[in-house]
């Protein structure tokens, strides 16, 4: 089964800085996909960024990009020029890419807050 | 992106009542869908993968005539706690997902449901 870690419970970040969450996670796959979710305080998620594993580019979202070091199974999200509006819980998935509707597995989550 | 409505957003039930939790998936058709649990402060654990026109299926550990799952329709799924308990008090989830969708592999989610038992 795989297995998804987050490591940083929390992470504080000052306005217009930049923070990385980290995220490895453990499968014998060689084909599946990343995902970084956000929960703010509403609690609808929202999908912040994707990554195929078999894509050797990282993935880059306006101020939203990821680290994927597919050897090292490590899936970071660095978020540059951080605003208020990013302090949410930060959850880590994957999804394998066999079978038509394989489901997500998630980390434990880190939380973000976003100082002035 | 794909809109998924769920309701109500929140419930507040008395112990042995059951509750419905409705899913709607309001601009694409969802062949799938999956409901989630969340206790505070920590993740979503899935509790069950539902697949239009059959039988939902249960996440290890999850009662299945507990958590009724019903996905009639394309744009439909729901989740019944049966018989409520104060342990059953907890955020749920739905998420969807729809042939269109699947080239890219994104599940878009509602905004949960908060059940209080009391």
């Known amino acids: 089964a795989q297995t998804v870690t987050q490591s940083q419970p929390e992470m504080s970040v000052q306005e217009a800085e930049t923070v990385t969450l980290s995220c490895t996670y453990d499968?014998?796959?060689?084909?599946?996909?990343l995902f970084w979710y956000k929960q703010p305080p509403s609690r609808q998620m929202i999908l912040v960024i994707r990554?195929?594993?078999?894509?050797?580019q990282n993935a880059t979202e306006n101020r939203f990009s990821v680290n994927f070091q597919k050897a090292a199974k490590s899936f970071s999200l660095k978020i540059s020029d951080s605003q208020l509006g990013d302090a949410a819980m930060y959850f880590c998935a994957y999804r394998s890419a066999s079978g038509t509707a394989s489901k997500l597995t998630f980390g434990t989550g880190t939380r973000l807050q976003v100082t002035l | 992106g794909a809109v998924v409505s769920q309701h109500p957003s929140r419930v507040i039930c008395k112990s042995g009542t059951s509750v419905k939790i409705e899913c709607r998936s309001l601009d694409f058709q969802a062949t799938t869908m999956f409901w989630y649990r969340q206790f505070p402060k920590q993740s979503l654990m899935l509790m069950a993968t539902?697949?239009?026109?059959?039988?939902?299926?249960?996440e290890q550990g999850v009662e299945k005539d507990k958590f009724l799952i019903n996905h009639a329709s394309l744009t439909l799924s729901t989740l019944t706690v049966t018989s409520a308990h104060p342990e059953d008090s907890s955020f749920y989830i739905c998420?969807?997902?729809?042939?269109?969708?699947?080239?890219?592999?994104?599940?878009?989610f509602g905004a949960g449901t908060r059940l209080s038992v009391l």
């Open positions: 539902s697949n239009e026109g059959s039988k939902a299926t249960y």
């Open positions: 499968t014998s796959e060689s084909d599946y996909y």
């Open positions: 998420s969807a997902l729809s042939p269109q969708l699947l080239a890219k592999n994104i599940q878009y």
């Open positions: 990554q195929e594993a078999y894509k050797q």
